[in-house]
Protein backbone atom coordinates (compact mmCIF):
# COMPACT_ATOMS: atom_id res chain seq x y z
CA UNK A 1 0.00 0.00 0.00
CA UNK A 2 2.76 2.49 0.77
CA UNK A 3 4.90 2.13 -2.15
CA UNK A 4 1.86 2.15 -4.53
CA UNK A 5 0.97 5.32 -2.53
CA UNK A 6 4.74 6.64 -3.17
CA UNK A 7 4.58 5.74 -6.88
CA UNK A 8 1.70 7.76 -7.21
CA UNK A 9 3.02 10.97 -5.51
CA UNK A 10 6.34 10.16 -7.90
CA UNK A 11 4.23 10.02 -11.28
CA UNK A 12 2.29 12.91 -9.80
CA UNK A 13 5.39 15.28 -9.35
CA UNK A 14 6.96 13.97 -12.35
CA UNK A 15 3.60 15.52 -14.67
CA UNK A 16 3.53 18.64 -12.39
CA UNK A 17 7.44 19.06 -13.22
CA UNK A 18 6.82 18.41 -17.06
CA UNK A 19 3.69 21.06 -16.91
CA UNK A 20 5.72 23.87 -15.31
CA UNK A 21 8.47 23.29 -17.92
CA UNK A 22 6.12 23.59 -20.86
CA UNK A 23 4.57 26.62 -19.50
CA UNK A 24 8.07 28.36 -18.43
CA UNK A 25 9.02 28.10 -22.33
CA UNK A 26 5.28 29.32 -23.08
CA UNK A 27 6.20 32.27 -21.10
CA UNK A 28 9.37 33.14 -22.33
CA UNK A 29 8.07 32.81 -26.21
CA UNK A 30 5.65 35.74 -24.84
CA UNK A 31 8.43 37.83 -22.94
CA UNK A 32 10.31 37.99 -26.03
CA UNK A 33 8.44 37.84 -29.44
CA UNK A 34 10.72 38.05 -32.80
CA UNK A 35 9.41 39.08 -35.66
CA UNK A 36 9.10 36.64 -39.16
CA UNK A 37 11.73 36.36 -41.00
CA UNK A 38 11.65 39.05 -43.15
CA UNK A 39 9.38 40.95 -40.96
CA UNK A 40 9.65 44.06 -38.80
CA UNK A 41 8.05 43.70 -35.25
CA UNK A 42 5.56 46.52 -36.03
CA UNK A 43 4.22 44.39 -39.15
CA UNK A 44 3.69 41.57 -36.40
CA UNK A 45 1.71 43.38 -33.90
CA UNK A 46 -0.46 44.90 -36.07
CA UNK A 47 -1.07 41.42 -38.57
CA UNK A 48 -4.30 39.94 -37.23
CA UNK A 49 -3.49 36.47 -37.25
CA UNK A 50 -0.24 37.04 -35.08
CA UNK A 51 -2.83 38.62 -32.35
CA UNK A 52 -5.11 35.29 -32.82
CA UNK A 53 -2.53 33.68 -32.68
CA UNK A 54 -1.28 35.44 -29.13
CA UNK A 55 -4.69 35.10 -27.81
CA UNK A 56 -4.82 31.57 -28.29
CA UNK A 57 -1.44 31.30 -26.98
CA UNK A 58 -2.75 33.33 -23.84
CA UNK A 59 -5.80 31.30 -23.61
CA UNK A 60 -3.59 28.04 -23.41
CA UNK A 61 -1.56 29.77 -21.20
CA UNK A 62 -4.07 30.59 -18.61
CA UNK A 63 -5.26 26.40 -19.09
CA UNK A 64 -1.80 26.06 -18.35
CA UNK A 65 -1.77 27.96 -15.30
CA UNK A 66 -4.88 26.88 -14.69
CA UNK A 67 -4.49 23.18 -14.93
CA UNK A 68 -0.85 23.88 -12.67
CA UNK A 69 -3.25 25.06 -9.99
CA UNK A 70 -5.23 22.36 -10.52
CA UNK A 71 -1.70 19.83 -10.20
CA UNK A 72 -0.78 21.91 -7.65
CA UNK A 73 -4.00 21.81 -5.92
CA UNK A 74 -4.01 17.96 -6.69
CA UNK A 75 -0.34 17.52 -5.51
CA UNK A 76 -1.52 19.32 -2.31
CA UNK A 77 -4.36 16.82 -1.48
CA UNK A 78 -1.83 13.83 -2.56
CA UNK A 79 0.50 15.55 0.02
CA UNK A 80 -2.00 15.43 2.29
CA UNK A 81 -3.23 11.81 1.47
CA UNK A 82 0.33 11.17 1.64
CA UNK A 83 0.73 12.81 5.36
CA UNK A 84 -2.54 10.96 6.65
CA UNK A 85 -1.60 7.65 5.07
CA UNK A 86 1.68 8.56 7.09
CA UNK A 87 0.12 8.83 10.01
CA UNK A 88 -2.07 6.20 9.76
CA UNK A 89 0.91 4.00 8.79
CA UNK A 90 2.21 5.50 12.16
CA UNK A 91 -0.46 4.33 13.55
CA UNK A 92 -0.80 1.10 12.18
CA UNK A 93 2.92 0.50 13.39
CA UNK A 94 2.25 1.69 16.79
CA UNK A 95 -1.07 -0.20 16.95
CA UNK A 96 1.22 -3.23 15.51
CA UNK A 97 3.84 -2.10 18.67
CA UNK A 98 1.53 -2.55 21.22
CA UNK A 99 -0.13 -5.40 19.55
CA UNK A 100 3.29 -6.88 19.67
CA UNK A 101 3.86 -5.93 23.12
CA UNK A 102 0.82 -6.91 24.46
CA UNK A 103 1.51 -10.54 22.49
CA UNK A 104 4.99 -10.28 24.34
CA UNK A 105 3.21 -9.30 27.93
CA UNK A 106 0.76 -12.31 26.90
CA UNK A 107 3.46 -14.67 26.19
CA UNK A 108 4.96 -13.74 29.40
CA UNK A 109 2.14 -13.95 31.33
CA UNK A 110 1.17 -17.00 29.58
CA UNK A 111 4.65 -18.54 30.16
CA UNK A 112 4.41 -17.30 34.17
CA UNK A 113 0.66 -19.31 34.38
CA UNK A 114 2.13 -22.04 32.59
CA UNK A 115 5.51 -22.18 34.74
CA UNK A 116 2.97 -21.73 38.30
CA UNK A 117 0.66 -24.57 36.81
CA UNK A 118 3.88 -26.85 36.39
CA UNK A 119 4.94 -25.90 39.62
CA UNK A 120 1.72 -26.24 41.30
CA UNK A 121 1.35 -29.66 38.91
CA UNK A 122 5.01 -30.64 40.43
CA UNK A 123 3.82 -30.05 44.51
CA UNK A 124 0.38 -32.02 43.56
CA UNK A 125 1.79 -34.36 42.45
CA UNK A 126 4.10 -35.17 45.02
CA UNK A 127 1.41 -34.54 47.26
CA UNK A 128 -0.14 -37.75 45.41
CA UNK A 129 2.68 -39.60 45.96
CA UNK A 130 2.99 -38.68 49.48
CA UNK A 131 -0.73 -39.69 49.55
CA UNK A 132 -0.81 -42.76 47.80
CA UNK A 133 1.93 -43.95 50.07
CA UNK A 134 0.46 -43.00 52.81
CA UNK A 135 -2.93 -44.95 51.79
CA UNK A 136 -0.91 -47.99 50.73
CA UNK A 137 1.01 -48.30 53.93
CA UNK A 138 -2.66 -47.68 55.75
CA UNK A 139 -4.31 -50.47 53.42
CA UNK A 140 -1.06 -52.38 54.18
CA UNK A 141 -0.98 -52.27 57.63
CA UNK A 142 -4.74 -52.98 57.72
CA UNK A 143 -4.15 -55.50 55.86
CA UNK A 144 -1.65 -57.03 58.03
CA UNK A 145 -3.92 -56.62 61.10
CA UNK A 146 -6.96 -57.36 59.32
CA UNK A 147 -4.70 -60.95 58.44
CA UNK A 148 -3.69 -61.09 61.83
CA UNK A 149 -6.60 -61.01 63.32
CA UNK A 150 -8.39 -63.68 60.66
CA UNK A 151 -5.59 -65.83 61.58
CA UNK A 152 -5.65 -65.44 65.29
CA UNK A 153 -9.79 -66.11 65.05
CA UNK A 154 -8.80 -69.20 62.51
CA UNK A 155 -6.27 -70.25 64.96
CA UNK A 156 -8.62 -69.83 67.90
CA UNK A 157 -11.53 -71.28 66.00
CA UNK A 158 -9.26 -74.42 64.79
CA UNK A 159 -8.36 -74.48 69.03
CA UNK A 160 -11.90 -74.62 69.53
CA UNK A 161 -13.04 -77.13 67.29
CA UNK A 162 -9.95 -79.48 68.27
CA UNK A 163 -11.01 -78.96 71.74
CA UNK A 164 -14.86 -79.44 71.06
CA UNK A 165 -14.04 -82.51 69.32
CA UNK A 166 -11.79 -83.46 72.50
CA UNK A 167 -15.12 -82.82 74.70
CA UNK A 168 -17.19 -84.76 72.12
CA UNK A 169 -14.93 -88.08 72.56
CA UNK A 170 -14.68 -87.72 76.69
CA UNK A 171 -18.71 -87.36 76.73
CA UNK A 172 -18.96 -90.05 74.06
CA UNK A 173 -16.34 -92.28 76.75
CA UNK A 174 -18.31 -91.22 79.39
CA UNK A 175 -21.65 -91.60 77.77
CA UNK A 176 -20.49 -95.43 76.73
CA UNK A 177 -19.36 -95.98 80.61
CA UNK A 178 -23.27 -94.48 81.91
CA UNK A 179 -24.70 -96.72 79.84
CA UNK A 180 -22.83 -99.79 80.43
CA UNK A 181 -22.96 -98.96 84.45
CA UNK A 182 -26.60 -98.33 83.53
CA UNK A 183 -27.07 -101.81 82.45
CA UNK A 184 -25.48 -103.07 85.09
CA UNK A 185 -27.27 -101.07 87.63
CA UNK A 186 -30.64 -102.62 85.38
CA UNK A 187 -29.72 -106.41 85.70
CA UNK A 188 -29.21 -105.45 89.88
CA UNK A 189 -32.84 -103.84 89.28
CA UNK A 190 -34.30 -106.79 87.93
CA UNK A 191 -32.32 -109.15 90.89
CA UNK A 192 -34.17 -107.18 93.00
CA UNK A 193 -37.31 -106.67 91.58
CA UNK A 194 -37.50 -110.63 92.10
CA UNK A 195 -36.62 -110.67 95.20
CA UNK A 196 -39.07 -107.80 95.88
CA UNK A 197 -41.36 -110.37 94.66
CA UNK A 198 -40.86 -112.79 96.83
CA UNK A 199 -40.79 -110.94 99.58
CA UNK A 200 -44.37 -109.29 98.46
CA UNK A 201 -45.97 -112.81 98.25
CA UNK A 202 -44.60 -113.72 101.91
CA UNK A 203 -46.14 -110.05 103.34
CA UNK A 204 -49.38 -110.75 101.33
CA UNK A 205 -49.78 -114.16 103.32
CA UNK A 206 -48.53 -112.03 106.41
CA UNK A 207 -51.11 -109.36 105.65
CA UNK A 208 -53.72 -111.73 104.65
CA UNK A 209 -53.64 -113.46 108.30
CA UNK A 210 -53.13 -110.04 110.05
CA UNK A 211 -56.55 -108.88 108.10
CA UNK A 212 -58.28 -111.92 109.36
CA UNK A 213 -57.05 -111.25 113.31
CA UNK A 214 -58.33 -107.50 112.53
CA UNK A 215 -61.64 -108.65 111.74
CA UNK A 216 -61.83 -110.43 114.99
CA UNK A 217 -60.51 -107.20 116.88
CA UNK A 218 -63.14 -105.06 115.32
CA UNK A 219 -66.12 -107.48 116.40
CA UNK A 220 -64.55 -107.57 119.90
CA UNK A 221 -64.64 -103.47 119.39
CA UNK A 222 -67.40 -102.82 118.37
CA UNK A 223 -69.06 -105.00 121.39
CA UNK A 224 -66.91 -102.89 124.02
CA UNK A 225 -68.09 -99.69 122.02
CA UNK A 226 -71.49 -99.84 122.57
CA UNK A 227 -70.89 -101.14 125.95
CA UNK A 228 -68.89 -98.08 126.70
CA UNK A 229 -71.66 -95.88 124.80
CA UNK A 230 -74.43 -97.18 127.26
CA UNK A 231 -72.14 -96.89 130.39
CA UNK A 232 -71.32 -92.98 129.39
CA UNK A 233 -75.28 -92.65 128.96
CA UNK A 234 -76.01 -93.95 132.29
CA UNK A 235 -73.39 -91.38 133.72
CA UNK A 236 -74.56 -88.46 131.81
CA UNK A 237 -78.61 -89.48 133.18
CA UNK A 238 -77.42 -89.72 136.56
CA UNK A 239 -75.11 -86.67 136.36
CA UNK A 240 -77.97 -84.46 135.05
CA UNK A 241 -79.99 -86.08 137.84
CA UNK A 242 -77.60 -84.90 140.82
CA UNK A 243 -76.80 -81.68 139.11
CA UNK A 244 -80.15 -81.14 137.80
CA UNK A 245 -78.57 -79.15 134.59
CA UNK A 246 -78.74 -80.48 131.01
CA UNK A 247 -75.63 -80.81 128.87
CA UNK A 248 -76.53 -77.50 127.12
CA UNK A 249 -77.38 -75.73 129.43
CA UNK A 250 -74.11 -76.21 131.42
CA UNK A 251 -72.50 -75.51 128.62
CA UNK A 252 -74.30 -71.89 127.99
CA UNK A 253 -73.60 -71.52 131.44
CA UNK A 254 -69.84 -72.07 131.27
CA UNK A 255 -69.55 -70.18 127.15
CA UNK A 256 -71.17 -67.31 129.34
CA UNK A 257 -68.96 -67.86 132.50
CA UNK A 258 -65.71 -67.75 130.15
CA UNK A 259 -67.25 -64.75 127.90
CA UNK A 260 -67.96 -62.56 131.41
CA UNK A 261 -64.06 -63.66 132.72
CA UNK A 262 -62.37 -62.96 128.80
CA UNK A 263 -64.33 -59.31 128.97
CA UNK A 264 -63.13 -58.99 132.80
CA UNK A 265 -59.28 -59.48 131.87
CA UNK A 266 -59.92 -57.68 128.13
CA UNK A 267 -61.16 -54.41 130.09
CA UNK A 268 -58.33 -55.05 132.20
CA UNK A 269 -55.79 -55.24 130.09
CA UNK A 270 -57.05 -52.21 127.94
CA UNK A 271 -57.46 -50.12 130.88
CA UNK A 272 -53.93 -50.67 131.81
CA UNK A 273 -52.50 -50.25 127.92
CA UNK A 274 -54.70 -47.02 127.86
CA UNK A 275 -53.68 -45.79 131.41
CA UNK A 276 -50.40 -46.27 130.32
CA UNK A 277 -50.36 -44.68 127.08
CA UNK A 278 -52.16 -41.53 128.17
CA UNK A 279 -49.54 -41.41 130.73
CA UNK A 280 -46.90 -41.28 128.34
CA UNK A 281 -48.96 -40.02 125.00
CA UNK A 282 -51.66 -37.79 126.34
CA UNK A 283 -49.57 -34.94 127.15
CA UNK A 284 -47.43 -34.75 123.82
CA UNK A 285 -50.51 -35.49 121.58
CA UNK A 286 -52.81 -32.58 123.91
CA UNK A 287 -49.55 -29.95 123.34
CA UNK A 288 -49.20 -30.76 119.46
CA UNK A 289 -52.98 -30.35 118.80
CA UNK A 290 -53.53 -27.61 120.67
CA UNK A 291 -50.03 -25.95 119.59
CA UNK A 292 -51.11 -26.59 116.24
CA UNK A 293 -54.65 -25.03 116.49
CA UNK A 294 -53.61 -22.22 118.55
CA UNK A 295 -50.84 -21.58 115.70
CA UNK A 296 -53.78 -21.31 113.05
CA UNK A 297 -56.14 -18.79 113.05
CA UNK A 298 -58.75 -18.98 110.90
CA UNK A 299 -62.04 -17.05 110.28
CA UNK A 300 -65.06 -18.34 112.02
CA UNK A 301 -67.91 -19.62 109.88
CA UNK A 302 -71.24 -17.24 108.03
CA UNK A 303 -72.26 -19.32 105.12
CA UNK A 304 -75.50 -19.94 104.46
CA UNK A 305 -77.20 -21.36 101.31
CA UNK A 306 -79.00 -17.95 100.84
CA UNK A 307 -77.46 -14.86 99.85
CA UNK A 308 -78.85 -11.31 99.85
CA UNK A 309 -79.14 -8.55 97.39
CA UNK A 310 -79.46 -4.89 98.63
CA UNK A 311 -81.53 -2.96 96.04
CA UNK A 312 -81.46 1.22 95.86
CA UNK A 313 -84.82 0.86 96.36
CA UNK A 314 -87.96 -0.81 96.42
CA UNK A 315 -88.82 0.36 92.77
CA UNK A 316 -86.40 -2.13 91.34
CA UNK A 317 -88.04 -4.76 92.35
CA UNK A 318 -90.35 -4.50 90.08
CA UNK A 319 -88.08 -3.94 87.38
CA UNK A 320 -86.68 -6.97 88.51
CA UNK A 321 -90.08 -8.66 88.25
CA UNK A 322 -90.58 -7.16 85.14
CA UNK A 323 -94.15 -6.93 83.10
CA UNK A 324 -96.11 -10.36 83.71
CA UNK A 325 -93.09 -11.47 85.61
CA UNK A 326 -90.86 -12.10 81.82
CA UNK A 327 -87.55 -10.55 83.93
CA UNK A 328 -87.63 -13.19 86.61
CA UNK A 329 -88.89 -15.99 84.62
CA UNK A 330 -85.76 -15.24 82.62
CA UNK A 331 -83.32 -14.64 85.37
CA UNK A 332 -84.12 -18.19 86.70
CA UNK A 333 -84.31 -20.15 83.38
CA UNK A 334 -81.23 -18.54 82.79
CA UNK A 335 -78.60 -19.09 86.16
CA UNK A 336 -80.99 -21.56 87.92
CA UNK A 337 -81.22 -19.72 90.95
CA UNK A 338 -84.36 -19.14 92.71
CA UNK A 339 -85.10 -15.20 93.68
CA UNK A 340 -87.41 -14.84 96.46
CA UNK A 341 -89.11 -11.11 96.47
CA UNK A 342 -91.10 -10.83 99.59
CA UNK A 343 -91.47 -7.40 101.53
CA UNK A 344 -88.15 -7.46 103.32
CA UNK A 345 -87.08 -3.38 102.23
CA UNK A 346 -85.06 -2.92 99.52
CA UNK A 347 -83.38 -6.34 99.45
CA UNK A 348 -84.08 -9.73 97.39
CA UNK A 349 -82.92 -12.67 98.45
CA UNK A 350 -81.02 -15.76 95.98
CA UNK A 351 -81.67 -18.90 97.22
CA UNK A 352 -79.78 -22.38 95.48
CA UNK A 353 -78.14 -25.71 96.79
CA UNK A 354 -75.07 -24.67 94.48
CA UNK A 355 -73.01 -22.01 96.09
CA UNK A 356 -71.28 -21.35 92.67
CA UNK A 357 -74.52 -20.63 90.74
CA UNK A 358 -75.66 -19.05 93.24
CA UNK A 359 -72.69 -16.38 93.51
CA UNK A 360 -73.05 -16.17 89.27
CA UNK A 361 -77.07 -15.70 89.82
CA UNK A 362 -75.69 -12.82 92.51
CA UNK A 363 -73.09 -11.50 90.32
CA UNK A 364 -75.22 -11.60 87.42
CA UNK A 365 -78.67 -9.63 89.59
CA UNK A 366 -75.75 -7.23 91.09
CA UNK A 367 -74.83 -5.92 87.53
CA UNK A 368 -78.32 -5.54 85.96
CA UNK A 369 -79.09 -3.70 88.74
CA UNK A 370 -76.28 -1.30 88.77
CA UNK A 371 -77.03 -0.87 84.79
CA UNK A 372 -80.34 -0.59 84.98
CA UNK A 373 -81.24 -2.05 81.69
CA UNK A 374 -83.37 -5.49 83.17
CA UNK A 375 -84.80 -7.46 80.08
CA UNK A 376 -83.78 -11.21 78.97
CA UNK A 377 -81.57 -10.72 76.39
CA UNK A 378 -79.52 -8.73 78.80
CA UNK A 379 -79.94 -10.89 80.94
CA UNK A 380 -78.20 -13.56 79.30
CA UNK A 381 -75.36 -11.15 78.37
CA UNK A 382 -74.62 -9.98 81.82
CA UNK A 383 -74.73 -14.02 83.03
CA UNK A 384 -72.13 -14.92 80.27
CA UNK A 385 -70.20 -12.04 81.46
CA UNK A 386 -70.38 -13.28 85.69
CA UNK A 387 -69.78 -16.37 85.40
CA UNK A 388 -66.33 -15.87 83.31
CA UNK A 389 -66.12 -13.56 86.09
CA UNK A 390 -66.72 -15.92 89.27
CA UNK A 391 -64.59 -18.61 87.17
CA UNK A 392 -61.37 -16.36 87.87
CA UNK A 393 -62.19 -15.40 90.89
CA UNK A 394 -62.49 -19.37 91.56
CA UNK A 395 -59.07 -20.01 90.02
CA UNK A 396 -57.70 -16.79 91.59
CA UNK A 397 -59.12 -18.09 94.89
CA UNK A 398 -57.10 -21.78 94.51
CA UNK A 399 -54.34 -20.12 93.25
CA UNK A 400 -53.61 -17.95 96.28
CA UNK A 401 -54.63 -21.15 98.72
CA UNK A 402 -51.74 -23.09 97.06
CA UNK A 403 -49.70 -20.01 97.69
CA UNK A 404 -50.59 -19.78 101.03
CA UNK A 405 -50.44 -23.76 101.34
CA UNK A 406 -46.77 -23.73 99.98
CA UNK A 407 -47.79 -26.62 96.79
CA UNK A 408 -46.34 -25.37 93.69
CA UNK A 409 -46.58 -28.53 91.55
CA UNK A 410 -50.07 -30.02 90.52
CA UNK A 411 -52.10 -30.38 87.95
CA UNK A 412 -54.29 -27.80 86.45
CA UNK A 413 -57.28 -29.73 86.45
CA UNK A 414 -56.87 -29.99 89.91
CA UNK A 415 -56.80 -26.15 90.58
CA UNK A 416 -59.90 -26.04 88.66
CA UNK A 417 -61.68 -28.18 91.32
CA UNK A 418 -60.17 -26.54 94.02
CA UNK A 419 -61.35 -23.42 92.91
CA UNK A 420 -64.79 -24.59 92.88
CA UNK A 421 -64.68 -25.21 96.33
CA UNK A 422 -64.48 -21.48 97.08
CA UNK A 423 -67.88 -21.08 97.39
CA UNK A 424 -68.75 -24.51 99.14
CA UNK A 425 -69.80 -25.03 102.42
CA UNK A 426 -69.56 -28.24 105.00
CA UNK A 427 -71.77 -27.90 107.87
CA UNK A 428 -71.62 -23.84 107.27
CA UNK A 429 -67.46 -24.24 106.92
CA UNK A 430 -65.83 -22.60 103.55
CA UNK A 431 -64.67 -26.22 102.14
CA UNK A 432 -61.26 -24.17 100.53
CA UNK A 433 -60.48 -22.17 103.69
CA UNK A 434 -60.95 -25.66 105.87
CA UNK A 435 -58.16 -27.42 103.15
CA UNK A 436 -55.96 -24.50 104.15
CA UNK A 437 -56.84 -24.77 108.04
CA UNK A 438 -56.33 -28.63 107.53
CA UNK A 439 -52.77 -28.28 105.95
CA UNK A 440 -51.28 -25.95 108.20
CA UNK A 441 -52.42 -28.15 111.33
CA UNK A 442 -50.89 -31.21 109.45
CA UNK A 443 -47.94 -29.45 108.80
CA UNK A 444 -47.10 -28.33 112.26
CA UNK A 445 -48.11 -32.07 113.42
CA UNK A 446 -45.40 -33.37 110.94
CA UNK A 447 -42.88 -30.67 112.14
CA UNK A 448 -43.52 -31.34 115.25
CA UNK A 449 -43.34 -35.69 114.62
CA UNK A 450 -40.34 -34.72 113.30
CA UNK A 451 -42.06 -36.21 109.66
CA UNK A 452 -42.12 -34.74 106.21
CA UNK A 453 -44.32 -32.10 106.39
CA UNK A 454 -44.99 -31.36 102.92
CA UNK A 455 -46.28 -34.75 101.74
CA UNK A 456 -48.72 -34.43 104.85
CA UNK A 457 -49.39 -31.14 104.30
CA UNK A 458 -50.26 -31.86 100.47
CA UNK A 459 -52.69 -34.99 101.77
CA UNK A 460 -54.24 -32.75 104.09
CA UNK A 461 -54.59 -30.15 101.34
CA UNK A 462 -56.62 -32.43 98.69
CA UNK A 463 -58.32 -34.71 101.11
CA UNK A 464 -61.89 -33.07 100.48
CA UNK A 465 -61.38 -32.33 96.82
CA UNK A 466 -64.01 -34.92 95.84
CA UNK A 467 -66.38 -32.28 97.22
CA UNK A 468 -66.45 -30.33 94.09
CA UNK A 469 -67.91 -33.39 92.18
CA UNK A 470 -70.40 -35.26 94.75
CA UNK A 471 -73.48 -33.66 93.41
CA UNK A 472 -72.16 -35.15 89.94
CA UNK A 473 -70.50 -38.17 90.67
CA UNK A 474 -72.35 -41.07 92.99
CA UNK A 475 -70.74 -42.22 95.91
CA UNK A 476 -68.65 -40.44 99.28
CA UNK A 477 -66.12 -37.70 98.60
CA UNK A 478 -63.67 -39.74 99.97
CA UNK A 479 -63.80 -42.20 97.54
CA UNK A 480 -64.54 -39.43 94.52
CA UNK A 481 -61.31 -37.66 95.66
CA UNK A 482 -58.85 -40.37 95.45
CA UNK A 483 -59.97 -41.48 91.99
CA UNK A 484 -59.33 -38.03 90.90
CA UNK A 485 -56.20 -37.50 92.89
CA UNK A 486 -55.20 -40.96 91.10
CA UNK A 487 -56.08 -39.84 87.84
CA UNK A 488 -54.00 -36.81 88.19
CA UNK A 489 -50.81 -37.99 89.27
CA UNK A 490 -50.93 -37.74 92.64
CA UNK A 491 -49.08 -40.44 94.67
CA UNK A 492 -49.91 -43.45 96.28
CA UNK A 493 -49.81 -42.15 99.86
CA UNK A 494 -52.06 -38.88 99.34
CA UNK A 495 -54.41 -41.20 97.53
CA UNK A 496 -54.87 -43.27 100.65
CA UNK A 497 -54.52 -40.39 102.86
CA UNK A 498 -57.38 -39.07 101.17
CA UNK A 499 -59.94 -42.47 100.48
CA UNK A 500 -59.20 -42.96 104.62
CA UNK A 501 -59.72 -40.04 106.08
CA UNK A 502 -63.49 -40.72 107.05
CA UNK A 503 -62.22 -44.75 107.51
CA UNK A 504 -63.80 -45.92 104.58
CA UNK A 505 -61.02 -47.75 103.80
CA UNK A 506 -58.34 -48.22 106.53
CA UNK A 507 -55.61 -45.86 107.02
CA UNK A 508 -52.35 -48.13 107.22
CA UNK A 509 -50.00 -44.77 106.68
CA UNK A 510 -48.96 -41.93 109.15
CA UNK A 511 -50.48 -39.48 106.37
CA UNK A 512 -53.35 -40.97 106.55
CA UNK A 513 -53.30 -40.50 110.05
CA UNK A 514 -52.48 -37.36 110.73
CA UNK A 515 -54.92 -36.13 108.20
CA UNK A 516 -57.52 -37.30 109.43
CA UNK A 517 -56.56 -35.95 112.86
CA UNK A 518 -55.66 -32.52 111.25
CA UNK A 519 -59.19 -32.52 109.94
CA UNK A 520 -61.06 -33.31 112.88
CA UNK A 521 -58.99 -30.66 114.62
CA UNK A 522 -60.05 -27.83 111.59
CA UNK A 523 -63.99 -29.63 112.07
CA UNK A 524 -64.35 -29.54 115.80
CA UNK A 525 -62.75 -26.47 116.90
CA UNK A 526 -65.40 -24.20 118.33
CA UNK A 527 -67.10 -22.04 115.76
CA UNK A 528 -65.81 -23.81 112.85
CA UNK A 529 -69.24 -25.77 111.56
CA UNK A 530 -72.88 -25.61 112.29
CA UNK A 531 -75.92 -27.38 111.71
CA UNK A 532 -79.33 -27.31 111.27
CA UNK A 533 -81.80 -27.06 114.56
CA UNK A 534 -83.20 -30.16 113.75
CA UNK A 535 -80.15 -32.39 112.86
CA UNK A 536 -78.78 -31.10 115.85
CA UNK A 537 -81.64 -32.35 118.02
CA UNK A 538 -82.02 -35.55 116.55
CA UNK A 539 -78.12 -36.32 117.00
CA UNK A 540 -78.67 -35.66 120.41
CA UNK A 541 -81.62 -37.87 121.16
CA UNK A 542 -80.02 -40.88 119.21
CA UNK A 543 -76.86 -40.24 121.30
CA UNK A 544 -79.03 -40.71 124.73
CA UNK A 545 -80.99 -43.67 123.23
CA UNK A 546 -77.79 -45.58 122.27
CA UNK A 547 -76.62 -45.07 125.59
CA UNK A 548 -80.07 -45.51 127.81
CA UNK A 549 -80.46 -49.00 125.92
CA UNK A 550 -77.31 -50.24 127.53
CA UNK A 551 -77.99 -52.30 130.51
CA UNK A 552 -77.25 -51.16 133.78
CA UNK A 553 -77.41 -47.55 132.76
CA UNK A 554 -79.62 -45.40 135.32
CA UNK A 555 -79.32 -42.18 132.97
CA UNK A 556 -77.92 -40.15 129.97
CA UNK A 557 -76.80 -36.66 129.77
CA UNK A 558 -75.21 -35.22 126.24
CA UNK A 559 -73.01 -32.19 127.43
CA UNK A 560 -71.23 -29.83 125.38
CA UNK A 561 -73.48 -29.40 122.19
CA UNK A 562 -73.25 -33.40 121.99
CA UNK A 563 -69.35 -33.95 122.16
CA UNK A 564 -69.44 -35.35 126.01
CA UNK A 565 -71.72 -37.49 127.16
CA UNK A 566 -72.43 -38.26 130.55
CA UNK A 567 -73.71 -41.97 131.63
CA UNK A 568 -74.69 -42.78 135.17
CA UNK A 569 -74.96 -46.32 135.97
CA UNK A 570 -76.43 -48.32 138.61
CA UNK A 571 -73.03 -49.44 141.09
CA UNK A 572 -74.83 -53.26 142.04
CA UNK A 573 -75.19 -53.89 138.56
CA UNK A 574 -72.09 -52.49 136.94
CA UNK A 575 -68.90 -52.33 138.80
CA UNK A 576 -65.64 -51.01 137.75
CA UNK A 577 -64.53 -53.19 135.00
CA UNK A 578 -67.97 -53.21 133.67
CA UNK A 579 -68.13 -49.13 133.48
CA UNK A 580 -64.82 -49.55 130.86
CA UNK A 581 -66.53 -52.09 128.70
CA UNK A 582 -69.64 -49.87 128.93
CA UNK A 583 -68.20 -46.81 127.52
CA UNK A 584 -66.16 -48.61 124.91
CA UNK A 585 -69.19 -50.42 123.51
CA UNK A 586 -71.32 -47.06 123.62
CA UNK A 587 -68.27 -45.35 121.77
CA UNK A 588 -68.24 -47.95 119.13
CA UNK A 589 -71.66 -47.89 118.74
CA UNK A 590 -71.79 -44.44 117.93
CA UNK A 591 -69.03 -44.05 115.79
CA UNK A 592 -70.95 -46.87 113.49
CA UNK A 593 -74.40 -45.36 113.57
CA UNK A 594 -74.07 -41.50 113.74
CA UNK A 595 -71.97 -38.82 111.28
CA UNK A 596 -70.76 -35.72 113.08
CA UNK A 597 -67.68 -33.02 113.38
CA UNK A 598 -65.12 -33.36 115.96
CA UNK A 599 -65.39 -36.20 118.33
CA UNK A 600 -67.63 -37.30 120.99
CA UNK A 601 -66.06 -38.00 125.00
CA UNK A 602 -68.17 -40.51 127.01
CA UNK A 603 -67.69 -40.62 130.41
CA UNK A 604 -69.44 -43.50 132.52
CA UNK A 605 -70.01 -42.37 136.20
CA UNK A 606 -70.49 -45.20 138.99
CA UNK A 607 -71.25 -43.94 142.60
CA UNK A 608 -72.18 -45.62 145.11
CA UNK A 609 -73.63 -44.21 148.24
CA UNK A 610 -74.40 -45.42 151.78
CA UNK A 611 -77.01 -43.40 153.69
CA UNK A 612 -77.10 -44.10 157.84
CA UNK A 613 -78.56 -41.79 160.22
CA UNK A 614 -77.36 -41.88 163.86
CA UNK A 615 -79.89 -40.91 166.59
Not at 8 to 16: D, G, K, N, P, T
Not at 104 to 120: G, I, K, P
Not at 458 to 469: C, Q
Request: glycine share 6%.
Amino acid sequence: MEGLLLAAIVLLALMVAGMLAVGVRLVRRLAAPTAPTGQPLSVIVDDPEAVAERERQRQTLVELQNSVSDAQTALEGERRSVAAARAEATAVRAENAAAKAEVTTSRAEAQRVLDAAHAEADTVLQRAHRQAEEDAEQVRSTARRTGEREIAMLTSTAKDQAAEAERRLQRLDERERMHAAEAERLAERERQNVEEAERLAERDRRIAAAEAELAKWELGLQSKEQELAQAQEQRRKELERVAGLTADAAKTELVETIEVQAKREAALLVRDIEADARSTGESRARHIVVDAIQRVASEQTAESVVSVLHLPSDEMKGRIIGREGRNIRAFETVTGVNLIIDDTPEAVLLSCFDPVRREVGRLTLEKLVLDGRIHPHRIEEVYDVARFEVERMCQRAAEDALVEVGITDIHPELVTLLGRLRYRTSYGQNVLKHLVETAHIAGIMASELKLDPELIKRSAFLHDIGKALTHEVEGSHALIGADVARRFGESDEVVHAIEAHHNEVQPQTIEAVLTQASDACSGGRPGARRESLEAYVKRLERIEEIAGAKSGVDKVFAMQAGREIRVMVRPEEVDEIGAAVLARDVAKQIEEELTYPGQIRITVVRESRTTEIAR
